[in-house]
């Protein structure tokens, strides 16, 4: 079992930043990749990136590339995600997920075995 909890999210204006933390916990050391998702109201739950644990190779969705970073620390076994010049199209719940699939393009959430609870970012105009 891995424990996940997302911290970071909150309240502010079009243009300003925010970083979202993910600890991880429990048994981690087969965890193959971390991501980042997100839900709007009324909206399905979509991808926002993914890092590789082992290569740290990462992907982004369109909507999100070159504003949005994602990072790791292995020693903490943290997930880290930087937005930068965030809109208000971006308010949603973050979910942090992490995969223990041996390979994947860990793209979907059926991909991800362990989800944290969320975290609500809001973005104003």
């Known amino acids: 079992q891995v424990q996940l909890l997302e911290s970071g999210g909150g309240l502010v204006q079009a243009g300003e930043s925010l970083r979202l933390s993910c600890a991880a916990s429990g048994r981690t050391s087969s965890n193959t990749a971390m991501g980042w998702f997100r839900q709007a109201p009324g909206k399905e739950r979509e991808f926002v990136g993914r890092i590789s644990w082992s290569a740290g190779g990462t992907s982004y969705a369109d909507s999100v590339k070159g504003r949005f970073y994602i990072s790791r620390d292995n020693t903490k076994n943290s997930l880290y995600l930087q937005m930068y010049n965030l809109k208000p199209e971006d308010t949603a719940v973050y979910y942090c997920?992490?995969?223990?699939?041996?390979?994947?393009?860990?793209?979907?959430?059926?991909?991800?075995?362990?989800w944290g609870q969320g975290t609500q970012v809001t973005v104003s105009s």
């Open positions: 997920a992490a995969s223990r699939i041996p390979w994947g393009s860990w793209l979907h959430p059926n991909e991800y075995d362990y």
